[in-house]
């Protein structure tokens, strides 16, 4: 049975007041961190070991006696074997203890599998636990079938192998990474056989998610990922906000495209097939004759989230597209909690966040300014799940 709402809502009883921000160490830590401390809180961050020095170390926050912050952004910093050890019933009423408010990020539901952050998982997040799950592509009901309830352009699913006749994209997990992708791009039924059977071979896939794969046709434009953040603390019409975008880095992907087709030519059958490894992220800002769109398309998915998964989205979420020749983005992925290219913005801000809020507006620091007006207006328990 799922982890009800009201269940969590009534450990907040218990807490004591400021609470602490907690996440997991990786993808999107520091950012949440940093505007955590920005915001006056204290920080937790759940790190696995031999991963915990970015933490323990070298962002590790230095306090006055008097609590004022000096230098780094992480008050303590918790180790475990394994990142799912952190699910552990005992480590749970540990960080209830610790007035834990636990922001997900995608390492979180990546490491501790869904079942168990939605079954058994009791500690307050401030986020959408019920939509994590939409993330992954093999569930019947995933954001797809979200994006398409709410209107939202997707791109045109590729039923079969057999059916593919133009440039397509192939969607499943890596092998290996598990964060990461094994994606590959096709234009024939023969190239999909032909790639397929030498990332099997190299271990990058494996035949079971190759079985589930999604196809779809490829978009030619660039991409922009959408930052935007949902905010139930006040009236609808205000409560959609775009904080910024980034754009991914991918490793080999990067690497390969910098080279001139001569060269890609002289390489290996597996180097000339590259891997989509996000390794960093870039800034970006779109043309304002597109925000229009964008904006449309943030809403458009808010609604359609408050009505299929109650309370729907609450903070932030990620809408990532391509954007056509036409200047017409089309929704490919979706992270429903922070996305993994907001430690751009940690530190200066979000260029849209910022033009909002008139001061420096990370992803990150915006969770923690509506952790600071649920806690002055007593409506803490409207934006956990």
């Not at 799912?84 to 636990?102: S, T, W």
């Not at 024939?188 to 794969?213: F, H, M, N, P, V």
């Amino acid at each position: 049975m799922a982890v009800g709402r009201p269940e969590i809502q009534a450990l907040l009883d218990g807490y004591s007041v400021p609470p602490v921000v907690v996440a997991v160490g990786s993808h999107s830590a520091i950012d949440i961190a940093d505007g955590a401390v920005s915001e006056g809180f204290r920080t937790l961050i759940l790190a696995q070991r031999g991963r915990e020095l970015t933490y323990a170390r070298y962002n590790r926050a230095e306090r006055d006696a008097d609590g004022t912050l000096r230098r780094g952004c992480v008050d303590d910093v918790w180790t475990y074997p394994h990142f799912a050890d952190l699910a552990a019933p005992k480590e749970q009423e540990r960080m209830r203890a610790a007035n834990g408010l636990l922001v997900p990020n995608r390492a979180l539901s990546s490491y501790v599998p869904l079942d168990v952050i939605e079954q058994q998982l009791r500690v307050p997040l401030v986020g959408s636990r019920r939509m994590l799950r939409i993330e992954e592509r093999s569930e019947r009901e995933n954001y797809y079938t979200l994006l398409e309830a709410a209107g939202v352009p997707t791109p045109a699913r590729v039923s079969t192998p057999e059916e593919i006749d133009g440039l397509s994209i192939v969607k499943l997990p890596h092998a290996v990474k598990k964060l990461e992708r094994g994606f590959f791009t096709v234009a024939s039924r023969e190239e999909y056989d032909r790639k397929s059977a030498q990332l099997l071979r190299q271990g990058t896939i494996t035949s079971q998610d190759l079985a589930s794969a999604r196809l779809e046709r490829y978009i030619l434009g660039p991409v922009f990922n959408f930052n935007f953040f949902f905010s139930p603390l006040v009236p609808r019409t205000q409560g959609l906000e775009l904080l910024g975008v980034d754009e991914r880095r991918e490793s080999s992907l990067d690497g390969l495209v910098r080279l001139p087709a001569a060269q890609q030519l002289e390489l290996g059958d597996a180097a000339r097939v590259p891997e989509y490894t996000v390794v960093g992220h870039g800034t970006l800002t779109v043309r304002e004759s597109i925000l229009e769109d964008v904006y449309r398309l943030g809403e458009r998915f808010v609604d359609a989230a408050a009505s299929k998964y109650p309370p729907g989205i609450v903070g932030p979420f990620c809408l990532q597209t391509c954007i056509d020749r036409d200047g017409k983005p089309t929704v490919f992925d979706v992270a429903a909690r922070i996305g993994g290219g907001t430690n751009i913005h940690l530190g200066v801000g979000h260029p849209y966040g910022n033009a909002l809020w008139r001061t420096p507006m990370s992803s990150g620091r915006r969770i923690a300014v509506e952790i600071r007006r649920a806690l002055a207006e007593d409506r803490l328990k409207e934006i956990v799940t």
